[in-house]
């Protein structure tokens, strides 16, 4: 029965989700909804002691960074930058390739350690410009962006620093650059045959004769094309965010060590800050800061005319982003604390061989909290002991069990209640219902392409 329970609760919030509506509303009401079933009793200390704790957390790290990849975005998008970078790539690939466009620069950024959520903030404007001038269904532009951030930059290709790669060093004693080659054998795969169904997609449009879209949410501002910038100054903000976001990361544990202590006036006691788990945060937020100045250095005058608004719709937006991400970082923490939730956890152990069995689990665990750093942080705190375990007894290095963990944690993960994917839609301003079914094939080609890499692995012994 507790199974049931948690499945209902997951059920109904991928429901509610696809419906359109309000995630920050309804994933409370889901999680403790599974509460009540559970133990009538537990409702309020759930609410209060879980539930709100986790949402408030997720908001006090993370919303600056949603904050300032929304103004950075915005001001990208005002100053015209994302048209002269777009009008300049559609004369060097052609109106056809702007799917392949977008991907490649999604990929840059998160390979260079740009948060995914920033990503979207900084990359609609310019794929919304693209598309439009090669008459893409808007539609596709989800898919295209998730392709691009959510797949194989995120946890496929070895050194990426983001935190689905980083989270198995600490339970496995392995580094970021774990099976480099199974790592690019599914980075390929899931490129490849991404790119294949996107462009299946927009020849079906064509051959429909479906353009862009009209009456269409969240459209950037257009710029004439007379006044369009030197694409390589446009290009220098974003340069700019990812080369100081490494730099940052760098320099950060070297100018305040591991722990900071400060003690305000007033006040006996130091405020501590355990500067080794806030780093990557700190970073991307000082390289987007830059990034913000960078633009406004280059085309003070055009943004300044319209920033007032335009911040605005930036903040709504980033508000709107964080909080779903938020309810639904609090939606899993709930669940996991449910007795279903261990029940699923433990009947996944029964599967025999030890890298499916893994990336089963992790998958599975992503998918139900709605989150890959999430799902996949659960699954190694409750059993890397048996990983290491089936590891040694099987002669499998640890660094397969790595790689395998850090992509089937980006598999399952991106289903309709996933904060991302939330995200992404609201920031482009379309529905579940309009472009949840491309991000759902690319879901599926990532999950698939785990296990292409457990083949290759049993099938070479490729490292």
């Excluded at 709504?316 to 970082?329: I, K, Q």
Aim: net charge positive.
């Amino acid at each position: 029965m507790s199974f049931i329970i948690v499945l209902l609760a997951l059920l109904f919030l991928m429901f509610v989700a696809y419906r359109g509506y309000s995630v920050i509303l309804f994933a409370p009401v889901a999680a403790l909804g599974a509460v009540l079933l559970t133990d009538p009793s537990m409702v309020a200390p759930m609410f209060t002691g879980v539930f709100m704790d986790k949402m408030v957390g997720f908001v006090k790290l993370y919303f600056p960074v949603f904050l300032l990849g929304a103004v950075f975005g915005k001001v990208i998008e005002l100053s015209g930058f994302s048209k002269a970078i777009v009008s300049s790539v559609i004369k060097l690939v052609g109106r056809q390739r702007a799917m392949l466009s977008i991907v490649l620069v999604c990929a840059l950024l998160t390979y260079g350690g740009v948060s995914l959520f920033v990503v979207v903030f900084a990359v609609y404007p310019f794929a919304a410009e693209m598309f439009r001038q090669g008459n893409i269904p808007k539609r596709l532009i989800p898919g295209t962006i998730a392709l691009g951030a959510f797949t194989f930059t995120m946890d496929s290709l070895p050194g990426t620093p983001q935190i689905q790669n980083i989270i198995p060093t600490t339970f496995f004693g392995t580094n970021t650059w774990a099976a480099p080659w199974l790592g690019v054998i599914g980075a390929v795969f899931i490129l490849v045959v991404g790119l294949i169904y996107l462009e299946w997609c927009r020849r079906r449009a064509a051959a429909n004769d479906e353009g862009y879209g009209t009456n269409l949410l969240n459209e950037p501002e257009q710029i004439a094309d007379d006044k369009l910038v030197n694409p390589l100054i446009a290009l220098l903000p974003l340069v700019v965010v990812g080369v100081m976001n490494k730099v940052f990361t760098v320099w950060i544990p070297i100018w305040y060590g591991p722990t900071h202590e400060m003690t305000l006036a007033g006040t006996t006691k130091p405020i501590t800050t355990q500067v080794s788990s806030v780093v990557a945060i700190w970073a991307v937020e000082a390289a987007l800061l830059l990034g913000i100045l960078t633009v406004f250095l280059f085309a003070f005058k055009a943004v300044k005319a319209k920033f007032a608004e335009g911040s605005k719709a930036a903040v709504s937006g980033a508000l709107l982003a964080s909080m779903n991400t938020a309810s639904e970082y609090g939606f899993g923490a709930v669940i996991a604390g449910l007795p279903g939730f261990i029940v699923i956890a433990n009947a996944l152990k029964s599967i025999p061989n030890p890298l499916v069995n893994e990336a089963v689990t992790v998958t599975a665990l992503a998918g139900i909290t709605g989150s890959a750093s999430g799902g996949l942080s659960i699954a190694l705190a409750a059993m890397s002991h048996t990983f290491i375990e089936n590891a040694q007894a099987a002669g499998i290095p640890l660094e397969v069990f790595h790689r395998v963990a850090a992509m089937a944690s980006g598999g399952m993960d991106t289903l309709p209640h996933n904060g991302a994917v939330i995200t992404l839609l609201a920031v482009t301003g379309l529905s579940h219902r309009q472009s949840y079914k491309d991000i759902f094939v690319i879901t599926m080609i990532k999950t698939i392409a785990v296990f292409v890499v457990i083949a290759t692995y049993y099938l070479t012994g490729i490292v």
